[in-house]
């Protein structure tokens, strides 16, 4: 057996002792004589897995009391249509900041439920750095621009594809919409550093990346959110409905929110979010640094705004893409093949990438650039 | 280890021997480097189990070509109202056969959408046997009840609480209702015999009891009803969206569907539905002919209207069921409670439970009975 180094966008990497866990309890799970997969989400032994996780998932995002904690399914994909299904109770309107590809799915997504204003958005501009490109930074919302019938505003928080995330969430009382409620798709970097969670009226993502496996969905809501549902939204993706339910109205994901829980454990372990955060910025650091001082890789994000978990990164020479990814394969790097609408390579490198596998991503993109110089 | 007979309802018992290959294949898929939850379901890898567990699953049930496989989210309680949500487009109404728990919350939740018509309901009657309980039989539909202006007839293939099977589809030509679409909630009884796919418009169903891990739901939609979706569809959950979008317009959850490609494999190895179908006959009938020939044991439901699934059982002495169900449990025999609605035990035996473990549970129940007699 021979583990590589992958740089999956997501589905993406899990920590090794967790999958090694896993595995081991596969059959059997702590004496129980069921797999985690087999037993009944009503009984005493998942009910255990179940609140296992969603304190650990509390205490490592130090979540407030007003906060709600639901698993969902569905994925953010879902949640582009769960979200204003859920808040758009007597609005007819929301508010969205346009910096990727994902906020742009989303306000898609919203028009069949309302009118989406989009307050900031990503366009190509001229700044004292010659022209930036769309999508290569996080446009700033001018205050007095939300709507004050806006149902909430909305932005994400990282865009994985586009590799831009915010450092700092937008501030809506200097905006002038602190009675506004401010809803973010966290997907791709909850949990990769402590969040201000209390600001916030819903917070949710998929699992895939940072979290578990694919299927689950979290979901973070503050309890006066949880009655402003329109009609026509399912029950089962009801924030109210589920979160009464105790995330047991539809049968959950079960051993999905089992690894999850593992990954929690890994995470408390390792000493919480601060120590994350810090290993998460040497990781992007190396990185970036990397890509900065060669001549045949860029990054075009806005230095401020490059996200910390996904890295994508042309190559100046287009031609070389292809030997670029069969040569890192060789060399035990894995899913680097960057995003087509963006094109070139993405490296994400979530919380379970360990420093040596972005050690050894440097390493080998050196040794590509000599080689080819 | 030591693994116990699981007669749980869903989640369920899985073959061992799935375990065991998922175990083994957790930290590196046949030499991929990846566990199968770290791969990008837009990989070749990924593809390759999909595309596998589809093509195994139409071969297993013989799914004609005019008919669609889609892999979803949000199990049967999800897509009581996602069936709506996608079917309704220019009618008001559908009509319904309640049969028990199940289909009762499908009528539920489906209100929210239409006008419901119960044309057929399993109330508490009066026949050959004297009082026959609510929800112990098979409701007949009139001929001509179904009103022509229905979206669809529903019916729930097999009511997991109550232990109330269709051995037979509703006829809809005799039921002079040809052009209205059949949809069926076959959560529990999918794959446990051959099914007439071909005369359904919608079949649908959690994956959590005969297929797989919960998260997974399985829709198999007839090509002509793929555009019938109101405009408050969400695009996560529109039938189109996700056929046109080969079931990963959202990541799908890739491991549940992983799993239950293994399982599918496991069916095909046993022969195909044919042979599990036999089997499964055999299981039931020795349960319920212990059942049949005891005093202390009692199942109320109409004989030919008995799941093979799912046995449910009361003890005539309720005072006995604690003990029944701990001196079950010290025999290595769990999850026999019965749902809260119905009390006393129920025996779910879905494939992946041995003719052993059947064995095993009918010589518990002698032995108990004789011991209390």
């Excluded at 959110?225 to 105790?246: G, K, M, W």
């Excluded at 970036?288 to 075009?300: M, W």
């Excluded at 609408?341 to 972005?358: D, F, H």
């Amino acid at each position: 057996m021979k583990r590589l180094w992958n740089f999956s966008a997501g589905p993406a990497v899990l920590p090794e002792a967790v999958l090694s866990q896993a595995a081991a309890e596969m059959l059997d799970w702590h004496g129980s004589g069921m797999s985690v997969m087999e037993m009944s989400h009503r009984g005493p032994q998942f009910m255990e897995i179940l609140q296992s996780a969603l304190e650990d998932f509390r205490e490592l995002l130090n979540i407030p009391e007003s906060h709600k904690v639901l698993f969902m399914q569905g994925g953010a994909i879902g949640q582009n249509a769960i979200v204003p299904l859920n808040l758009l109770k007597g609005f007819n309107s929301a508010a969205f900041v346009k910096s990727g590809s994902w906020s742009a799915k989303t306000i898609k997504e919203f028009a069949r439920y309302g009118r989406a204003d989009v307050v900031a958005e990503a366009r190509e501009i001229k700044d004292d750095s010659g022209v930036r490109a769309a999508n290569t930074y996080v446009p700033s919302i001018a205050p007095g621009s939300i709507s004050p019938g806006s149902a909430y505003l909305h932005y994400c928080g990282n865009e994985t594809i586009d590799g831009v995330e915010f450092k700092h969430i937008p501030d809506m009382h200097s905006l002038g919409a602190a009675h506004v409620p401010l809803v973010c798709d966290a997907s791709s970097n909850i949990l990769s550093r402590p969040m201000d969670v209390a600001s916030h009226g819903l917070i949710y993502g998929g699992a895939q990346k940072n979290i578990g496996p694919a299927g689950l969905t979290f979901v973070i809501v503050r309890e006066d959110q949880l009655d402003r549902a329109l009609d026509v939204c399912p029950s089962a993706f009801n924030y109210r409905t589920v979160y009464d339910n105790h995330s047991m109205y539809n049968t959950p994901p079960t051993y999905a929110i089992y690894i999850a829980g593992l990954v929690f454990k890994w995470l408390k372990d390792m000493g919480g979010l601060p120590v994350v955060a810090e290993l998460n910025r040497k990781k992007a650091q190396m990185l970036y640094e990397a890509i900065d001082g060669s001549a045949l890789y860029v990054n075009r994000v806005r230095h401020a705004d490059r996200s910390l978990m996904n890295v994508p990164f042309q190559l100046r020479e287009e031609a070389l893409n292809a030997e670029f990814l069969s040569l890192a394969q060789e060399r035990g790097l894995t899913q680097l093949k960057g995003h087509k609408s963006v094109g070139g390579m993405r490296a994400s490198i979530y919380n379970a990438m360990p420093i040596e596998g972005v050690e050894a991503l440097v390493d080998f993109m050196l040794t590509f650039e000599k080689e080819r110089a």
